[in-house]
């Protein structure tokens, strides 16, 4: 009974995580980012990205906030506590590749699994690909990796299939490849592209939480190995301390002997429902406690008078007004120098000028101000 309610809230956890970001994503790109987060700002990968710039210069990246870091912040937390525990019981871009795995089962009847020669260097690919994207990402000070990031491709799908090939040629192709690599292998881009699972895996290394299989109340049935997304050999192991365990339950869930399988930490035997509540206690708990204290922003500030911008700080979903406002600049005198008719409503976002102006743009819009 408790097993089948573990397995349930942990599909719960993960598909209302997926259902809550995909709306954010879709809404942010489609109406804009001043009420609704974008992809960036909701993924902790962002936040380490943008570790360098807060450190030594104070700011966060564009499309990166405080709300972001708390993701980070929370997410090793787990990763010191319980392991790669985000990965299996949260992360968004696990339930996809998941959800296709499942569709994958059902049209295939198995899992397909590469060959140790060919699966054994790709895992460590993931940790090329962290080491990569985060010297780039402090080196730029930008979000380096947003044109080759899959995650950052479905975040933007709203936008259309002509913004997804002009921005996100390279995470598109990745994305079409994840989904296909999901259907025929379990966790295709957690196992060997995702650079936070690289991340979380070393930090993983240090957490005294582990999995356990006691040997002699073991059948060697083989379900705990058979149930692991990582392809972990569970049944021949006394202790799990993969770095590529993630930790979400599975192989404890499947395994028909009572107590053979257990998380300890520090020796410590905990239930799989226990682990599932206290994973997504610690994590939306820390969110709520950051929301209610203003710690945790995942969008812009509201313009008020005293908002002052740049011109390559102004977004496309700010009002001519709030532009004006943030630039400290006469209404009449943006509108002018933005070749805008003032019968364009000032409420209007500039966005949508171009319904207005069939040629504006609002990168253009930003160089005409920095001259």
């Not at 902790?44 to 990166?64: M, N, Q, R, V, W």
């Not at 990582?230 to 590529?244: G, L, Q």
């Not at 007004?321 to 976002?349: F, H």
Request: aromatic content about 12%; proline content about 5%; glycine content about 8%.
């Amino acid at each position: 009974m408790k097993n089948n309610l573990a397995k349930g809230l942990r599909y719960v956890i993960l598909v209302a995580v997926l259902i809550f970001v995909t709306t954010q994503s879709y809404l942010h790109a489609t109406i804009g980012g001043k009420d609704y987060a974008s992809i960036h700002a909701l993924c902790p990968y962002g936040a380490l990205e943008s570790l360098y710039s807060l450190l030594f210069s104070e700011t966060f990246i564009k499309k990166i906030f405080s709300g972001t870091f708390v993701l980070l912040g929370l997410t090793l937390i787990l990763a010191l506590i319980f392991r790669r525990s985000f990965c299996g019981l949260i992360c968004p871009f696990g339930t996809i590749q998941e959800l296709f795995g499942k569709l994958g089962k059902k049209l295939f009847k198995k899992r397909f699994e590469l060959s140790k020669k060919i699966d054994n260097p790709l895992r460590y690919l993931k940790y090329v690909v962290l080491f990569i994207t985060v010297y780039y990402g402090w080196k730029t000070a930008e979000l380096w990796m947003s044109p080759y990031d899959p995650w950052a491709a479905y975040g933007h799908a709203g936008e259309g299939l002509t913004s997804l090939i002009e921005e996100f040629p390279i995470g598109s192709i990745l994305l079409i490849v994840t989904i296909i690599g999901s259907i025929l292998y379990d966790r295709f881009f957690c196992k060997y592209l995702c650079p936070m699972g690289a991340l979380y895996g070393i930090i993983s290394k240090l957490s005294p939480g582990k999995i356990t299989r006691n040997e002699n109340t073991c059948v060697n049935c083989g379900l705990c190995t058979k149930n692991c997304p990582v392809n972990i050999k569970v049944s021949e192991m006394k202790t799990i301390k993969s770095a590529e365990c993630l930790n979400c339950q599975s192989c404890i869930l499947s395994c028909p002997m009572k107590d053979t399988l257990k998380f300890k930490f520090f020796g410590k035997g905990i239930s799989p429902l226990a682990v599932i509540i206290l994973v997504a206690s610690i994590f939306f708990g820390g969110i709520s406690i950051t929301k209610m204290t203003n710690i945790y922003q995942t969008t812009p500030a509201p313009i008020t008078s005293s908002t002052t911008l740049t011109p390559e700080e102004i977004k496309g979903y700010m009002t001519i007004q709030e532009a004006a406002t943030a630039l400290k600049m006469d209404i009449g005198e943006l509108y002018k120098k933005l070749n805008i008719p003032t019968t364009v409503p000032k409420e209007t976002k500039l966005k949508d000028v171009k319904n207005f102006v069939p040629d504006f743009e609002v990168e253009k819009a930003r160089e005409s101000l920095t001259k």
